[in-house]
């Protein structure tokens, strides 16, 4: 048995397929056009590993995707690949559009194709997992309740614009096409392999390099955090069983002011690997321009998930946030390839 699975050099998408080889032997055929945020060197521990296909290719290439579908079968595709940050997206929106919504268009259309000549048992089984967001329910006020699924869509950033697009075409291949879909929608992930661009891993790597630690506005805008582990076990478990048609919120109750987790980040280093000079790296947190359209508040409702399919987190956000802190300690060569470019070049030197 195999599967496919999109963008899987990624944060999420690594973390995924390295939880997957863990506990199963099903082979993984990886898809990846690495953008800058994919990263091979996150999928190092699987080098020779047969278990592993690494395909650079693009999700919008229908040939290459037609020929990776009919040469490896797989029984189900799970689609991480996506642009992912708010503030590249506010930046230069096209590449948003050209792979969240044409890319993943264009995967529909050929995994459309190939499904529909599937033998009747191979078809009722295959599904098509799409990894969405819960920011294209948009923000929400201090005191209204989290997002459940029923919520309307009203995404405000060209991100969450072209996810939500993203997922009413997964939506309409069910309803239009009756394709085996299943959508799981999940709030802000952290943890290992988290591209430092993102707030977490961003807090970390300039607390370490003695650099301002950026908040926009006042900090007090809230999301709401789930370890990346636990949202990879929230997709197992959608896949396996997982009523096809459906969407799933995922998250973890662990809702937090930006202030509040920058500040959780410095006591946590200023424990673990304190300045030289005694003092808090609380004093390196600067109040930068606000994000134009800042979302204030997300959060999720995910008791459908845990009632239906007895899903659970296994990490508080203590726990979690702990554990992301003492990863990028031990490994910071990991962010130093980032930061200055070399993973580009480790590519190359290793691959090509
Ligand atoms: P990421 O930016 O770290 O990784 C995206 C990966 O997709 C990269 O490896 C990139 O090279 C690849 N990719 C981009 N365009 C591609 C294309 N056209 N063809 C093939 N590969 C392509 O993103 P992430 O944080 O790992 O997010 C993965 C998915 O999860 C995304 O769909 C995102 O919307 C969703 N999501 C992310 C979060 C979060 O907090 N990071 C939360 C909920 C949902
Ligand atoms: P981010 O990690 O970019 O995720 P998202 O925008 O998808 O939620 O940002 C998380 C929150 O942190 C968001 O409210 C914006 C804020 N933020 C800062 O205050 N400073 C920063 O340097 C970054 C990158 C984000």
């Not at 060209?158 to 929608?185: E, F, I, Q, W």
């Not at 999301?223 to 096809?244: E, M, P, Q």
């Amino acid at each position: 048995m195999t599967i496919l699975v999109t963008g899987g050099a990624g944060f999420i998408g690594s973390n995924f397929v390295l939880d997957w080889l863990a506990g199963s032997n099903e082979t993984v055929v990886n898809l990846d056009v690495l953008t800058y945020a994919g990263n091979r060197q996150n999928l190092v521990s699987l080098t020779g590993d047969a278990r592993h296909v690494f395909v650079q290719g693009d999700i919008g290439d229908t040939t290459l995707v037609t020929h990776l579908l009919n040469t490896h079968q797989p029984r189900a595709i799970l689609n991480f690949a996506a642009e992912s940050h708010v503030d590249r997206s506010i930046l230069g929106p096209s590449e948003f559009i050209k792979t969240n919504v044409v890319g993943t268009f264009n995967l529909l259309e050929a995994t459309r194709a190939y499904w529909g000549n599937l033998p009747d048992d191979q078809k009722a089984a295959f599904r098509f997992l799409h990894v969405s967001t819960d920011e294209v329910y948009g923000s929400l006020s201090p005191d209204a309740p989290a997002f459940t699924e029923e919520h309307p869509y009203e995404p405000n950033s060209p991100y969450s614009a072209s996810k939500a697009a993203s997922d009413h075409l997964v939506r309409a291949y069910h309803h239009t096409y009756g394709m085996p879909v299943l959508t799981t929608n999940c709030s802000n992930n952290y943890g290992p392999y988290h591209f430092p661009e993102k707030l977490i891993p961003l807090v970390i790597h300039n607390a370490l390099a003695g650099k301002p630690l950026p908040i926009y506005g006042d900090g007090s805008q809230v999301r709401d955090w789930l370890y990346v582990s636990d949202h990879c076990s929230a997709i197992r478990t959608v896949l396996a069983n997982g009523k096809v048609g459906e969407t799933y919120n995922v998250g973890g109750w662990n809702e937090k002011r930006n202030l509040e987790v920058v500040k959780t980040l410095c006591a946590l280093l200023d424990e673990l690997s304190p300045r030289a000079d005694g003092q808090s790296y609380a004093s390196q947190i600067t109040f930068v321009r606000d994000r134009p359209g800042h979302d204030q508040r997300y959060a999720i409702d995910a008791r459908k998930l845990e009632r239906e399919l007895g899903w659970k987190p296994q990490e508080t956000f203590e726990t979690g946030i702990r554990k992301t802190v003492q990863w990028y300690l031990a490994n910071q060569a990991w962010v130093a390839n980032i930061t200055s470019g070399q993973y580009r070049q480790w590519v190359d030197t290793q691959y090509t």
